[in-house]
T-cell receptor, first 110, second 113 residues
Framework: GDSVTQMEGPVTLSEEAFLTINCTYT??????LFWYVQYPGEGLQLLLK?????DKGSNKGFEATYRKETTSFHLEKGSVQVSDSAVYFC?????????FGTGTRLKVLA | DVKVTQSSRYLVKRTGEKVFLECVQD?????MFWYRQDPGLGLRLIYF???????EKGDIPEGYSVSREKKERFSLILESASTNQTSMYLC????????????FGSGTRLTVV
């Protein structure tokens, strides 16, 4: 069945460092791919999405490119801020429902 | 601003109580979902619904039921609360159209004592 695998955390970075959080997926057909962010004590918020191969989703300085050849959707940001500290979830939308990764906690130090 | 509203942020209930968690969305979405979130286990789907009065079991439906009498409201019911149901519960809704993401509520942290 469909699945999502993302890198284990926590990831700890200094402010202004480059961020990559890896995400790979297994799915039949052509799923839509998403990144969600969860700040402490909150629900998940949609960060960005891509609906077909080679699409690049972007928002708030974060980017991810839908790579069908490597079945990946890695999240990147060129310069992280303390306010980016949160848990990030990779997800795919399959035929009927969403599949989420287990989440990667990011901690950014000033 | 579109939203999904969960009726309580924090709840404390006793073992054996019947517990209702309410979720309302104002986006006219057909699809609604209930997840629980636990450390190390990520999000696990409990139940979902694609239309009024219909429901489908997710990955962990045992000990739960749901009700969807109106399109905007999706209720999660713990028939007899147990301590292993202490968790963060997240409601979400989405359009069935391809490429649409979820909109999540802020979550209900339930503690069963």
């Amino acid at each position: 069945g469909d699945s999502v695998t993302q890198m284990e955390g926590p990831v700890t970075l200094s402010e202004e460092a480059f961020l990559t959080i890896n995400c790979t997926y297994t799915a039949t057909g052509y799923p839509s791919l998403f990144w969600y962010v969860q700040y402490p004590g909150e629900g998940l918020q949609l960060l960005l999405k891509a609906t077909k191969a080679d699409d690049k989703g972007s928002n708030k300085g974060f980017e991810a490119t839908y790579r069908k050849e490597t079945t990946s959707f890695h999240l990147e940001k060129g310069s992280v801020q303390v306010s980016d500290s949160a848990v990030y979830f990779c997800a795919l939308r399959g035929t009927y429902k969403y599949i989420f990764g287990t989440g990667t906690r990011l901690k950014v130090l000033a | 601003d579109v939203k999904v509203t969960q009726s309580s942020r924090y709840l404390v209930k006793r073992t054996g109580e019947k517990v209702f968690l309410e979720c309302v969305q104002d986006m006219d979405h057909e699809n609604m979902f209930w997840y629980r979130q636990d450390p190390g286990l990520g999000l696990r789907l409990i139940y979902f619904s694609y239309d009024v009065k219909m429901k489908e079991k997710g990955d962990i439906p045992e000990g739960y039921s749901v009700s969807r009498e109106k399109k905007e409201r999706f209720s999660l019911i713990l028939e007899s609360a147990s301590t292993n149901q202490t968790s963060m519960y997240l409601c979400a809704s989405s359009s069935p159209r391809r490429g649409h993401g979820y909109t999540f509520g802020s979550g209900t942290r339930l503690t069963v004592v």
